[in-house]
């Protein structure tokens, strides 16, 4: 093989590795798959179900015991790792989570 059909196929698997690797970086905080409430917004429980449960079992959550810092440490240190949540609802969960 020549040189630059090794290179030309040493930079299309860097090329396919960093596109695999960026789809799983977003894959935990991809687009939800509940409805929406009526307000546009998804409730906690739906965050729960199209968000959390995309990387956890939803017995883990559920088993889960921890007051609002708690809660709040948890769920930043899951937008720290590609969750994807705005403000309001990060709020919404952590009162959801922490009330029950």
Do not use: F, N
Not at 61 to 81: L, P, V
């Amino acid at each position: 093989m020549r040189r630059t059909e090794v290179r030309a196929k040493h930079a299309l698997a860097l090329t396919a590795t960093a596109a695999l690797c960026a789809a799983l970086a977003a894959g935990c905080g991809s687009e939800p798959a509940a409805t929406p409430d009526a307000g546009g917004a998804e409730t906690p429980e739906q965050i729960v179900v199209s968000r959390c449960t995309k990387c956890h079992d939803r017995s883990r959550i559920d088993a889960a015991s921890h007051d609002a810092e708690g809660w709040a440490r948890t769920i930043d240190r899951m937008i720290g790792k590609g969750a994807r949540l705005t403000a309001d609802e990060r709020a919404a969960l952590i009162e959801y989570l922490a009330g029950r």
